[in-house]
């Protein structure tokens, strides 16, 4: 199986200010027929099912707000939050759609300092 | 829009079994993969099964294989998880959710439904 490993585990940031979560899969998830990256984020917040936030690594979901953006390729994967604000507090989990099982990271979970 | 509704989840006992149903609307429902995802309590995500189109194929987490079996009734537009032989670290919130165009990436989640397995 897949592993995905996220860092860190949680963090707190400053409303305004910049999140940036990592994620590492454990073996290569871009498909070398399409040239796609099979990496996809989703954000969880208290109470409720986790929503996709974004795939192919960078493809905002519809409704999704622009300071949301991912980037990477192969392994090493990068989830930005440009300029947080307070309902953006969560757990985000990060997951490779590229195999089966698919599998997710552990989870990060973003808070307000 | 796109929405599903669990049901079933309870209080079981050990070696128990319980049968979970997912009711989808909004959607064409017979076009799309469909999966089981779970969430143990304070845990992260970890799926469980999903299903193609016609209900011809089945896909298993190991930790499940010869205990669930995932089902579809595309006449009822619903999704079931048939759960024998539980355990204890079967315990935790059940999602249904829609493969989207792509396999494996899930959109939407249903609210989920709750498994306990304890005596």
């Known amino acids: 199986d897949i592993v995905m490993t996220q860092s860190p585990d949680s963090l707190a940031v400053s409303l305004g200010e910049r999140a940036t979560i990592k994620c590492k899969s454990s073996q290569n998830v871009l498909y070398s027929s399409n040239n796609k990256d099979y990496l996809a984020w989703y954000q969880q917040k208290p109470g409720q099912p986790p929503k996709l936030l974004i795939y192919w690594v960078s493809t905002r979901e519809s409704g999704v707000p622009d300071r949301f953006s991912g980037s990477g390729s192969g392994t090493d994967f990068t989830l930005t939050i440009s300029s947080l604000q307070a309902e953006d507090v969560a757990v985000y989990y990060c997951q490779q759609y590229y195999t089966t099982p698919p599998t997710f990271g552990q989870g990060t979970k973003v808070e307000i300092k | 829009e796109a929405q599903l509704v669990e049901s079933g989840g309870g209080l079981v006992q050990p070696g128990g079994s319980l049968r979970l149903s997912c009711t989808a609307s909004g959607f064409t429902f017979s076009t799309y993969w469909m999966s089981w995802v779970r969430q143990a309590p304070g845990k992260g995500l970890e799926w469980v099964a999903n299903i193609n189109q016609d209900g011809s194929e089945e896909y298993y987490v190991d930790s499940v294989k010869g205990r669930f079996t995932i089902s579809r009734d595309n006449a009822k537009n619903s999704l079931y998880l048939q759960m024998n032989s539980l355990r204890a670290e079967d315990t935790a919130m059940y999602y249904c959710?829609?493969?989207?165009?792509?396999?494996?990436?899930?959109?939407?989640w249903g609210q989920g439904t709750l498994v306990t397995v304890s005596s």
């Open positions: 959710a829609r493969d989207s165009s792509q396999r494996f990436r899930f959109d939407p």
